[in-house]
């Protein structure tokens, strides 16, 4: 069973802040070939996987902290 988007967002994040960004950004991907989670979290999913690729941490509400 696939993970939770939540528990998901959580793992890349933790991913990218420890500097595994390759697997934060490989993660991001898969989900969003997803098509439930792309109708779903799209915006957000596609925002995230930029800020791996750029190697930025996602922080949530720190902005470009």
Do not use: I
């Amino acid at each position: 069973k696939a993970r939770e988007p939540e528990e998901m967002a959580e793992m890349l994040a933790a991913y990218a802040e420890a500097g595994r960004f390759g697997k934060a950004v490989e993660c991001q991907k898969k989900a969003l070939a997803d098509p439930e989670f792309a109708k779903l979290y799209g915006g957000l999913g596609r925002d995230r996987l930029k800020r791996y690729e750029a190697k930025k941490p996602y922080r949530e509400g720190r902005g470009d902290l």
